[in-house]
C-alpha cells in the first residue's frame, strides 16, 4: 500500500521534503497558504527529479503522487508522517501544531524541520507533546541525507524507532540527538562559522568571494569526506590526535577568533554583505545556483559512493534495500522462465554521466553495459565469492550502437539476451530502453578465464549450466536487428 505524507508550510524546505518522500515512492499533501506554493513545488520537483534518482544506480520506487489540500486537517488524513515546513516563529508552529493534532491519527510522526527551536519548545502546550519530534534537515533535502533527529529530553520509545526507520527508508540519516539543545548540533557549528565569516566581511579582512574559496579550495573538500575529528586525526601525523591536540590547544586561548562577540547586525552589514554577494554570484539565476549545487553535489557523493566512504557508503546501503525482492536480486534458479531476455539493469541517467551535448555522453553506455554484464555474471553464479575463488569473465569484444538520446533523469532499463554460451564462451547481446524507446545495444563477447593463469578456462559446472539453460530458453526469440554489425563499409 502507498505510504502517505504530508508537508505542512511547502517552501524551501517543505518542498524539498515533498521531493525526498515523492521520490521515495510516498504520496505526498502539501497545506500551504500562499497561492504560488504549488508552482514552486514544481519547480523544486524538476530539479529534485533530475538529480536524485541518479544518486543510486538502483531505480528508486515509482514516483508517488503530490495533492493540495486547503487545510492542514485535509492534508494530514491518512499520513503516517507529518512534516512542518513553516516560518520559524514559534507562535506559528504552535497553531499549526495544535490543528495537525485536532485531525491526525496519534500514531502519526509530527516531526518539525526547525532549524534552532527544541523539542520541548515545540512540545509545549500540545495535546501529545511526545507525538511532536524536530527532523532537521538540510538544504537541499532530496539529495542531503541528514536529518538531526531530536525527540526531546529522555523521550524514546515505539514512535521514535518508526521515525528512525521512515527516514532511512527515503535515504536519510537520522542522527539521533539524546539531549536538546538550541540549534541542535550542526546548526550552532554553521552558526559559529558564520559569524566569524560575518566579522571577516565586517573588518575588511575579506570578501564574501574569498571567504567562500578558502572553504571550497580547501577544508570545505575535506569535511565533505571525513568531518572536523577523523580530518585533524590525519593531520596529527603518526602520533594521531593527541599530538594535533598538544600542538593547536594552545591558540583557542590566544585567541584566533572571536566567537563569542556578535557583530552588529545593522543595515550596514547587511549591504555590505548583500553587495559583495551580488557582485560574486548575481550573474546566475537562483535555480542556476541550485541546479549548478545539484550537478556538484550528485558528483561529489557519487565519488564517495565508488570510495564506500561518508555519504557515499549510506546511498550504497540504501540501493541495497532497492535491490531487495526485486529481479536485480535473483538468482539463476529464482527465474523460472528462461525463455525471455532479462532485466540486468533499472536506473536512473545520473548528472554526471551526461556531456556537453546535454544527454548521456558515449562512455557512460559503455559503463551501463558492463554494468548490465556484470549483473548477469552475478545471475549465473560468477558472484564476488566466485571470482575470489579464482574464475572470472573477461571481455573480449564490444560493439555498441546509439540508437536514440537520452537525458538526465531518464529512467533506462537493460535486457540481457545469451546469443551464445558454452564452454569458456558467453555472446550477450544488452538492448537499453527508456519506455519502449530502444536507446543502444551492447554486443559483448567475453571468456572465461582463470584469474592465476590469465588465460582462458572452463567454469564452473553450475555456472554452465545456468549459462546453457539462457541460451537455450533464447535460442528461439527472433535474432535481433544488428547483431554482428560492424563499423565501416558494407561488406
Ligand atoms: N531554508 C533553510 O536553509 C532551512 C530551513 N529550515 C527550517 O525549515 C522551516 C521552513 O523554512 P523555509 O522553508 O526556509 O521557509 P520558507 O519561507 O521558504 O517556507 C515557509 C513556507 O511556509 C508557508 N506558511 C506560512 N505560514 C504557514 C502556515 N500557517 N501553515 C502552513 N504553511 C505556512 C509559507 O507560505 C512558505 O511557503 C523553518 O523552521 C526553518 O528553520 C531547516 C533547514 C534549512
Ligand atoms: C540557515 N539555516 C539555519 C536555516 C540552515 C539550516 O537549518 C540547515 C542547512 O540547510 O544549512
Redesign the pocket.
Known sequence: MTKIAAVIGGGVIGGGWAARFALNGWNVQVFDPDPQAERKIGEVMANARRSMPGLTDVALPDEGKISFHDSISDAVQDTSWIQESVPERLEIKHTTFGAIQQACDPDAVIGSST?GFKPSELQDGMARPDQIMVA?P??PVYLLPLVELVPGNGIDGPLVDKAKETLTSIGMYPLHLKKEIDAHVA?RF?EAVWREALWLVKDGVATTEEIDNAIRYGFGIRWAQMGLFETYRVAGGEAGMKHFMAQFGPALKWPWTKLMDVPEFNDDLVDLIAGQSDEQSGAYGIRDLERIRDNNLVSMMRALKQQDWGAGRLMKQHEATLRVGTVLDARADDIADASQPVLTVRRAVPLDWTDYNGHMTEAKYLQAFADATDRFMELIGCDADYIASGGSYFTAETHIRHVDEVHAGALIEIRTRVLMGAGKKMHLWHEMYEGDRLLATGEHFLLHVSLQTRKPSNPSPEIEAALVRFAQGHASLPMPEGVGRFVGAPR
Open positions: 532549524s532537521h538540510f538544504n546548526d554553521l
